[in-house]
């Protein structure tokens, strides 16, 4: 994005173009990004040509998916659901891999049944329920077990996975433990080992410290893996005081890693890849002067980007149409929800807005409609992938009709 003639545009596009032909709220993607940063990622860690999965979590979208997977992204997803998107978008199952701590029979069934590269187990009762099932089916389940290796990846509590505290993955102990079990089982073959230590994470260090445990556990094991699974989280710069990831330091440490355990690396990029692709427009239906502070009151609202009402995240908010006037109070921006978590900033010294000026949130591509909801009755946005000079109509605005 960038401004052209004091305009906000996307790929050459203005905004307020988009927003009158399409209405407000809306969702877009920037095409070029997305490839940008799929471009990126694959160049960071070319020396070792991991495994690519993308966390179908962050961006559910099954057109957005499509893209993805023609630049040869697999998939890495946590549910019955996301797992059939995935192969709806046409990603093979061989580059699929299931995660998450509650598979339920049914979803294990399944998983099963579309030969996908790994099921990612995470309790030594839910293998059992994967041997049960896979002697059933008579067949050989190809598993990974996610490990927890209690190492604080410096984010968000809310997002932290890889601490003790934290209900994902195993202990060492039942980790050794879960491998006398499958060494003894005919229906399962562990051949990955998972670790995730969290989301949003911008310092290598807790990567480095993450790899030196997995290294240890693998030292104490004769058991022989075929894949390491690194899981994400990379970061992106949601505002101006984030230092971006510093992929070679990263790349350093697993080369170093590699040197020691011949593994193939998985890993499972969702907002590194999206989130910076993704910007949602929105309308002012009003301006509330409160004394000390005025409410620009949006048509968007928690239910369309739950980030920041979830666990106080921050977006960059900028105006579709520029100018140098400067508000002499502070702005905070609401959505019409009634809840009063239903906010997304509050900004000092932010230019003059008018009722039914149109504001921009940034970096909305990952957990934004992923996360949205119906609450109050409202209606899915629309989503638009702008590409070039095309806009393409990625997923149809709801209707309440469709939901009442």
Do not use: W
Request: a positive charge; aromatic letters at 10%.
């Amino acid at each position: 994005m960038k401004y052209i003639n004091k305009k906000l545009t996307i790929e050459k596009i203005n905004f307020q173009k988009i927003a009158y032909k399409f209405g407000t709220p809306f969702y877009s993607y920037s095409y070029f990004k997305l490839k940008e940063n799929i471009s990126n990622f694959k160049k960071s860690f070319r020396s070792f040509s991991p495994l690519i999965c993308f966390a179908v979590k962050s961006n559910t979208n099954v057109n957005i998916i499509r893209e993805i997977k023609k630049f040869g992204l697999g998939a890495d997803v946590v549910s019955k659901g996301e797992l059939m998107m995935a192969l709806k978008a046409g990603i093979a199952p061989n580059k699929i891999v299931f995660s998450g701590v509650g598979k339920t029979s049914d979803e294990i069934n399944f998983a099963i049944d579309k030969k996908i590269l790994l099921i990612n187990a995470e309790s030594l009762s839910e293998i059992k329920e994967i041997n049960r099932i896979a002697k059933i089916k008579n067949k050989k389940v190809i598993i990974g077990v996610r490990i927890n290796p209690n190492t604080d990846a410096k984010t968000l509590n809310q997002i932290s996975t890889g601490k003790k505290e934290n209900k994902f993955g195993v202990n060492k102990n039942t980790f050794y433990e879960i491998i006398n079990y499958c060494n003894n089982s005919k229906n399962i073959d562990l051949k990955c080992l998972s670790v995730h230590i969290g989301s949003q994470i911008l310092d290598y260090r807790p990567y480095e410290k993450m790899l030196k445990t997995v290294s240890q556990i693998l030292n104490k094991t004769n058991h022989k893996f075929e894949f390491v699974d690194l899981g994400g989280g990379m970061g992106i710069t949601y505002n101006d005081k984030n230092k971006q990831l510093n992929y070679k330091k990263y790349n350093t440490a697993i080369l170093k890693f590699l040197k020691r355990h011949k593994v193939r690396i998985i890993f499972e990029p969702g907002r590194s890849i999206i989130g910076n692709t993704g910007t949602l427009i929105s309308k002012i239906i009003y301006v509330k002067d409160s004394g000390s502070k005025k409410f620009i009151i949006l048509d968007a609202a928690m239910n369309d980007l739950m980030r920041p009402a979830l666990y106080g995240a921050f977006h960059k908010i900028l105006p579709v149409t520029k100018s140098n006037k400067k508000s002499k109070k502070p702005y905070e921006f609401v959505g019409p929800i009634c809840e009063s978590t239903d906010k997304f900033i509050t900004l000092k010294k932010f230019q003059v807005l008018k009722e039914r000026d149109l504001i921009a949130i940034c970096d909305v591509g990952a957990y934004g409609m992923s996360l949205s909801s119906n609450y109050n009755l409202r209606p899915k946005l629309v989503e638009l992938l702008i590409k070039g000079p095309n806009i393409k109509v990625i997923r149809k605005r709801q209707k309440h009709k469709d939901i009442i």
